[in-house]
């Protein structure tokens, strides 16, 4: 385990959280399609943070030898996020189960309560994305050990409203569970004060895309290097009848071929020749393909730039660790700044 700062604020704050996770800091990894891979995530780990394993469009025999792969560089604790759409998800959860994945999260949708229920019996936490209050509480009652509140300003696909305004609306309202914060969040003083209105820990993902254990592509990588937090915007829906979650990332030509690939799903929908999970999926490929044309081959003209509003945060390449241990230098003196400002002033007699 690194040797990190003296952080005892944030100890007592995220004890929930790092118990939830079995990690020595609340800090997940957002699982990021083809950059949240076994070396970000088992480095994440063994930096004492929690990596989470991007399952994306996976099959379980791909699953299976990632997560193997990933044991093999850590014995640290590590998840796995499975998307609810897959249409293998049932078999995704198993693999988790047989290869013992402690932690589980599923993303992308509302997860059943027998999807929840099976992988709880078989001995995974299960954490959760609440959009809402009254999904967060639908999905305490069906059996999540935890949830993640994501707001608008994160990368990739997002949800309408912004992370401070969620995180008020849950924040207060749910203590039964220990509930993470996401979206937009870049500095440590932003986690001290997510953890300061009742948050368990955070999740944070734009923010190692630039480690230097990301295997992104070093192109990628200066495409975040040289991007403003106004360069990472959302997709448009199109068709208000076609609901296409939107995704935010740095604009680029690739941006504009999604609206093109868009239409041409719907209009193949009107016509009869898809189905509307069919045209969905065929949406949800695109993404797919084009991120890993930018992530992996670096064609960041036309390759997907997915990256939260953070990105203009990110300003070099540096090893995970000591990207942590800043957010913790950051962190635990902001929580020493509220301290003293709750302490009365000196007597000036």
């Not at 640290?76 to 994945?101: K, S, W, Y």
């Not at 027998?114 to 209050?133: H, Q, S």
């Not at 914060?181 to 986690?191: C, D, L, S």
């Not at 193949?268 to 084009?290: D, K, N, P, Q, V």
Request: proline share 5%.
């Amino acid at each position: 385990m690194p040797d990190y700062p003296r952080h005892d604020r944030l100890k007592r704050l995220w004890q929930r959280g790092r118990a939830l996770l079995g990690s020595e800091l609340a800090v997940m990894c957002g699982a990021m399609t083809w950059v949240s891979e076994r070396r970000l995530v088992s480095a994440i780990s063994n930096a004492g943070g929690f990596g989470v394993l991007a399952c994306g469009s996976m099959g379980p025999e791909e699953l299976e030898a990632e997560i193997l792969a990933t044991r093999a560089l850590t014995d640290r604790p590590f998840g796995v996020n499975l998307i609810v759409m897959h249409p293998e998800l049932e078999a995704l959860a198993d693999t988790c189960l047989r290869t013992g994945v402690g932690h589980v999260v599923l993303a992308g949708g509302l997860p059943s309560p027998a999807v929840i229920r099976r992988l709880k019996e078989g001995g995974a936490k299960v954490l959760c994305f609440a959009p809402a209050l009254a999904i967060g509480r639908r999905l305490v009652r069906n059996g999540a050990d935890a949830l993640i509140v994501e707001g608008s300003e994160a990368g990739g696909h997002i949800g309408p409203v912004a992370t401070s305004v969620l995180a008020q609306e849950i924040l207060p309202h749910i203590r039964e569970v220990p509930v993470f914060v996401a979206g937009g969040i870049g500095h440590g003083e932003a986690v001290a004060a997510y953890l300061a209105m009742g948050a368990a820990g955070v999740q944070m993902g734009t923010i190692f895309v630039c480690a230097e254990e990301s295997i992104a592509h070093p192109a990628f990588k200066q495409a975040f290097l040289r991007a403003s937090a106004r360069d990472a915007v959302p997709t448009v829906q199109i068709d208000p009848e076609f609901r296409v979650i939107p995704v935010r990332a740095i604009a680029n030509e690739g941006t504009r071929e999604f609206l093109h690939t868009q239409r041409s799903m719907i209009e193949r929908y009107r016509r009869g020749e898809l189905t509307y999970e069919e045209a969905s999926l065929a949406i949800e490929h695109f993404w797919a393909g084009s991120l890993r044309r930018a992530v992996i081959e670096g064609d960041v003209e036309r390759g997907s730039l997915m990256a939260g509003q953070s990105v203009g945060m990110v300003k070099a390449i540096r090893p995970v660790r000591e990207i942590l241990c800043e957010l913790l230098v950051q962190a635990e003196e902001a929580l020493a700044r509220l301290e003293r400002g709750r302490q009365p002033a000196a007597d000036p007699a």
